[in-house]
């Protein structure tokens, strides 16, 4: 069954803000993590990926942390955008399940 | 061009009819997938094909058959439609086989509407 969920089903920041976006997995064993951004109408798209000898990695403008001993991931996505209004979902290993993800809405 | 294509985008039907939702991918992938999106967003995997081949079932029901004529096409039939298969199905493809890591790409969804 699902092991990955959410924190918050929504987020709302300001534009220029820095935005966090949180994911909780259950399986210990998990050694690959995942995001993707849904825009409305559209299919999830790859953000970043990490694994698990990992603590930190940095994209262009987000940044994923992971704390395997509370088994916690992040997205951080700095100085936010009214693009990056989306849906996060955050996905392990075998990405079978998503989740419902977090709908984060930028406030212009 | 669109690595992923599906289409329809839209579907509405009656309940009892039979739909099916094309899928292709031109990336070279040996891997594609559905996905299934309810209304509440939530995403999960139906099934995976590795190069024709079915390799993962998530206790989808019997109406719904995949169909893998090369590896550049997943189709999905669906009999017997149900209102609780109203859904947003997502076709995706990754160069993994089903159930590995990495990214994967997925189509811009088929919104079907059962009535």
């Known amino acids: 069954g699902e092991s990955v969920g959410l924190h918050l089903p929504t987020l709302s920041v300001q534009e220029g803000d820095n935005s966090i976006i949180n994911c909780a997995y259950s399986?210990?064993?998990?050694?690959?993590f995942i995001w993707y951004k849904q825009e409305s109408g559209k299919g999830p798209q790859f953000i970043i990926d990490i694994r698990s000898n990992m603590d930190k990695r940095q994209g262009q403008r987000v940044t994923v942390l992971l704390n395997k001993t509370v088994k916690h991931l992040s997205l951080q996505i700095a100085a936010t955008q009214p693009g990056d209004s989306a849906v996060y979902f955050c996905?392990?290993?075998?990405?079978?399940?998503f989740g419902t993800g977090t709908s984060l809405t930028v406030i212009p | 061009d669109t690595a992923v294509s599906q289409t329809p985008k839209y579907l509405v039907t009656q309940m009892g009819n039979d739909k099916s939702i094309k899928c292709e991918q031109n990336?070279?992938?040996?891997?594609m997938y559905w996905y299934k999106q309810d209304s509440k967003k939530f995403l999960k995997i139906m099934f995976s094909y590795n190069n024709k081949e079915l390799i993962i079932n998530e206790t989808v029901p019997n109406r719904f058959s995949p169909k893998s004529p090369d590896k550049a096409h997943l189709n999905l039939h669906i009999n017997s439609l149900e209102l609780g298969d109203s859904a947003v199905y997502f076709c995706?493809?990754?160069?993994?086989?089903?159930?590995?890591?990495?990214?994967?790409?997925f189509g811009e969804g088929s919104r079907l509407t059962v009535l």
């Open positions: 995706a493809s990754s160069r993994v086989r089903g159930g590995g890591t990495g990214e994967l790409f």
């Open positions: 399986n210990s064993a998990s050694d690959y």
């Open positions: 996905a392990e290993n075998n990405q079978f399940y």
């Open positions: 990336l070279g992938h040996d891997t």
